[in-house]
């Protein structure tokens, strides 16, 4: 199972602090794509040993005077999601379109999420973020062992940008990757990619409901526990 950090694990004191940071990860998501119309030779930004330059990421991160812990607070009810999913053998990893240097690695470790994950992929790590699929295949070569057929794959955010990186993730990967909506931004999402009701999460207590359901019901039952017994991600 994968999940997004900002919104979703962890959340500003200041929720207008992630409108801008969205707002500007969407401003330079829709700049690389005009760059990239005028570069056709240049369309396969997956090369592994491109690094992109993330100006606008890293001019925030500049800027930035407060600490993790001053700007931001562990989501507790998420917090008891990873713990009954590592009780349950369930793999995990973080996917983020913040920088992983200065921000994200520095977030996991002040608030003791780093030993939940198997992979942390962050937006130095890979050449496109989220809606891009990269991350979240490259999140899922990173967790320590192969997809396997029987393996179940969901992935929760709070952006819509979310949903659509994990949709063309499952094109890429030739595996459904479930993705599930957490909040109004990532449900408009949910509903223009058609996703079941099911898949949409008002808030964080809904989707411990919705993984406590999944774990009490008998396995044959479960759509996220696999029919054969092999961990899951």
Known sequence: MLFDLDGTLVHHVNPRVLQMLEFLDDCSHRGGRLVARFRLARRNLTVPNRSPKLLVHRAIHKVR???????????????????????????LGVVSNGLGRGYGHDVLQTFDLQKYFSAAIFREDVSRGKPWPDSIVAALHGLGRDLRRNDVVWY?????????????????????IRPFALGARAALGAVESRLSPSQIMWTAADFERTVQQTFD??????????PLPAPQI
């Open 65 to 91: 005077r407060k600490s993790v812990e001053q700007m931001l607070e562990p989501c507790e009810t998420m917090r008891g999601v990873l713990e009954r999913l590592c009780a349950e053998g369930v793999t």
């Open 156 to 176: 929760i955010g709070d952006q819509s940008k979310d949903i659509g990186a994990a949709l063309a993730a499952s094109q890429v990967i030739g595996q459904t």
């Open 217 to 226: 019901l008998p396995q044959s039952e479960s759509p996220l526990i696999s």
